[in-house]
C-alpha cells in the first residue's frame, strides 16, 4: 500500500493495516522460511521489552516515520513508496533476508472507510 494512500485513510484502518502487515509477515516467514528465521521474525514482533512494547513494532513505526516524512518532502521523488518498504528495512535491520516476493504481504486489505475497522477482501 502506498504512503499516501494509508494516509486517508482512518486512524482505525491504519491500526488495522499495521496489525495485519504485522501478522502476514510473521505468516509468510513461517510458510517459506527456515524455522530459525520464522522464529526470529516471531520473536522480532511478539516478544515485549521492558516499555511493553515489541522491538519489531517500535521499529517499524520509527521505519515507517522515516519513509512517511520523506515522502511529504519530496512527494516526487518516490511516489510509490509502499508501507511495506518500512517493514523491509525493519526486517534487514535485523538481519533478516526479504526475498522480492514479500512485497505483496499486506496487499489484500481494504479499508472499511469508517471508524469500526478493516477488513480483508
Known sequence: MK?????????????????????ETIDFYAKTASPDVAQRVHDLFTKKEGNGIPVGYQEFVNNLQKYHD????????NPSIH???????TLQEN????????????????PSGNASGAQKK
Open 3 to 23: 504512503i499516501s494512500e494509508f494516509d486517508q485513510m482512518s486512524e482505525a484502518d491504519r491500526a488495522a493495516y499495521v496489525l495485519l502487515l504485522i501478522g
Open 70 to 77: 520523506d515522502s511529504l518532502k519530496h512527494p516526487n521523488q
Open 83 to 89: 508501507i511495506q518498504h518500512a517493514m523491509i528495512s
Open 95 to 110: 538481519g533478516i533476508e526479504v526475498p522480492k516476493t514479500y512485497i505483496t504481504v499486506g496487499n489484500d486489505f481494504k
